[in-house]
């Protein structure tokens, strides 16, 4: 059970959100990974490096910009069955979505969350891994 990712959340009207996303494409030099229409709820969205851009109306954005990141996991129901025990609050259960399975947690420090997991995880999606074979300073 592992964090692969934490993607940093940017709400946008959806007239700036092809501008938005080209500027970070050529700022960081990486195309989107992710780009897709979350039609059911009158979305766009897109990733860059770790930037998850969610463009819609004013209505539409309403019920996710209390949402301040999206962790990216690599075992969902995993995770929903363990935050409960370190003090997290499952606020939204696993529910299938275009990407994969998603699920909304408040942390105890009163975060809100989007844990999600990919149905086909980027090799990018991965935070450096925190075990080296050998000490950088020696």
Do not use: C
Not at 69 to 96: C, I, Q, Y
Not at 100 to 110: A, I, T
Request: net charge positive; proline share 7%; no cysteine.
């Amino acid at each position: 059970m592992k964090v692969l990712n934490v993607l940093v959340r940017r709400y946008l009207a959806l007239e700036r959100f092809d501008e938005a996303v080209t500027f970070y494409e050529k700022l960081i030099g990486q195309k989107a990974r992710l780009r897709f229409d979350y039609r059911e709820h009158g979305l766009k969205l897109a990733q860059v490096a770790s930037i998850l851009f969610v463009a819609g109306t004013e209505k539409s954005l309403v019920p996710f910009v209390e949402t301040q990141a999206t962790f990216m996991v690599d075992d969902l129901k995993a995770f929903a069955a363990h935050l409960p025990t370190v003090g997290a609050e499952v606020l939204r259960p696993p529910k299938p979505v275009p990407t994969g399975w998603n699920m909304l947690v408040r942390h105890p420090d009163g975060m809100r969350v989007e844990y999600v997991e990919h149905r086909d995880k980027h090799p990018a999606d991965r935070l450096a891994d925190d075990r080296y074979p050998e000490r950088i300073f020696t």
